[in-house]
């Protein structure tokens, strides 16, 4: 079956850790994308890619990185700098140009 | 620019009645529309979507919503709400973001609870 698969499911993380959350997609979509998701606030793009070895920063980049070597995985690093990191990660894919997303089931990373 | 305001942030019904869950959308040409929902620690999954074609849409498990323009709403509803209906609800616009990529842009999302 086609998907999105995210992982870790749950994530602890020590403060001024780096960590990465791991995001495969088998649905041959170009474009992947990174969401934050806090209570009350929707969601918040983070960084996005078209393409292979190409991303842009979204509204909330500062503190996260991210690599586009494979089309198929779009791994989002949560770094030290990142001030509030406890959150839900979500990450999804698209058709490049296509409406509508196929989201994966998330990780929730808190940081002890 | 686009943006969605989630009228309410809970709404609770009991099992069998009707749901509204109130979406307004600010879009400065057409806009294509959704709706997600959220059952607890998953992903979002599509429940409908608006893309400019019948301005009633009907989506999975149910739910419809409808396309008003001159009120510029995308409310969801639901006939006869069941127990498995309990989730947090998004209401999605799509905007054009760095050239060809769609960029979604969520509201804050309503929670719906069922009670038996």
């Known amino acids: 079956d086609g998907g999105i698969t995210q992982s870790p499911k749950y994530l602890f993380r020590k403060e001024g850790q780096n960590v990465t959350l791991s995001c495969e997609q088998n649905l041959n979509h170009d474009a992947m994308y990174w969401y934050r998701q806090d209570p009350g606030q929707g969601l918040r793009l983070i960084y996005y890619?078209?393409?292979?070895?190409?991303?842009q920063k979204g509204d909330i980049a500062e503190g996260y990185s991210v690599s586009r070597e494979k089309k198929e995985s779009f791994p989002l690093t949560v770094t030290s700098a990142q001030k509030n990191p406890t959150a839900f990660y979500l990450c999804?894919?698209?058709?490049?140009?296509?409406?509508?997303?196929?989201f994966g089931s998330g990780t929730r990373l808190t940081v002890v | 620019a686009q943006s969605v305001t989630q009228l309410d942030s809970h709404v609770s019904v009991s099992e069998g009645t009707p749901v509204l869950l109130r979406c307004n959308y600010s879009?400065?040409?057409?806009?294509?529309l959704f709706w997600y929902v959220q059952h607890p620690n998953k992903g979002l999954q599509l429940l409908l979507k608006?893309?400019?074609?019948?301005?009633l849409v009907k989506g999975i498990n149910g739910f419809e919503a409808e396309f008003k323009k001159s009120e510029t709403s995308f409310h969801l509803t639901k006939p006869s709400a069941h127990m498995s209906d309990a989730a947090e609800y998004f209401c999605v616009v799509s905007a054009l973001y760095g050239g060809a990529t769609n960029k979604l842009i969520f509201g804050t999302g309503t929670l719906l609870a069922v009670q038996p």
């Open positions: 608006y893309t400019s074609a019948a301005t």
């Open positions: 890619s078209q393409i292979v070895n190409d991303f």
């Open positions: 999804a894919s698209s058709i490049v140009g296509a409406n509508g997303y196929t």
């Open positions: 879009s400065s040409y057409s806009p294509s």
